[in-house]
């Protein structure tokens, strides 16, 4: 197995609502909230783990293929599977890299203006109250509070691909049609509630391995 080259695939992905990628139970008992997003811890910024923008589009391309995990041979040579969790015993190394996906800094500035208007830095508290649908009345604690990075928040986010000797051009189709069923679906939690409703924006793959001798 050789590798021909590597490129670098980089686009946006804009929040058209509320979108909730959740953090640790201690961060949640710390900073008083039910469900707080996952935050930069150097800058306090909201940002998108490249491990969620791959796990959500891996399994929307195996449902759609009416598949669980590690039962296609095509989506398992992509995005990687460990031998004991593929069907068929076989193991394949990842050929996409997903790196975290940041606040532009366009974004980032828009929320710092605004944030007299939020109620967290860059983010926005939405109060839920879960019904016992048997009773008819509030289960649990009742009134839940979860922390979102609000509507019209834009994410920077990049992918490495790793194209191997008889691949060529496989991965194209596959990832276009990933981003297509995520779009149509939702990012991070509460999606059939309305929140993680996502736009993608790519740009054009760069070569980066190996460099051309222009560069």
């Known amino acids: 197995m050789k590798l021909i080259k590597k490129e670098k695939l980089r686009g946006k ?16 008992e710390i900073g008083g909230l039910d469900s707080p997003v996952m935050r930069r ?29 590690g039962g296609d041979n ?7 599977i460990t031998s004991h969790s593929s069907r068929d015993g076989n193991s394949f190394i990842s050929r996409f890299i997903f790196r ?16 007299s208007n939020l109620d967290l830095p860059y983010t926005e508290i939405k109060y839920e109250v879960s019904i016992d649908r048997v009773e008819g009345s509030a289960k649990d604690k009742g009134l839940r509070n979860i922390e979102r990075v609000p509507a019209g928040a834009i994410f920077e986010f990049e992918i490495i691909v790793n194209v191997f000797e008889g691949e060529e051009g496989m991965h194209e189709e596959l990832l276009k049609e990933g981003f297509n069923l995520l779009e149509n679906d939702y990012l991070g939690g509460n999606g059939t509630r309305g929140y993680g409703q996502v736009k993608i924006e790519l740009n054009e793959p760069v070569q980066v391995y190996p460099k051309s001798q222009s560069e």
Do not use: M, V, W
């Open 13 to 28: 992905i804009i929040c058209k609502s509320g979108l909730h990628i959740g953090d640790s139970k201690e961060s949640a």
């Open 41 to 69: 811890k150097y800058d306090n910024t909201p940002y998108i783990p490249g491990s969620s923008i791959k796990g959500k589009i891996r399994s929307l391309l195996e449902i759609s293929r009416g598949e669980d995990l």
């Open 74 to 80: 095509i989506i398992n040579q992509y995005f990687g």
């Open 100 to 115: 975290d996906a940041y606040l532009t800094k366009t974004s980032k500035s828009h929320l710092d203006e605004i944030g």
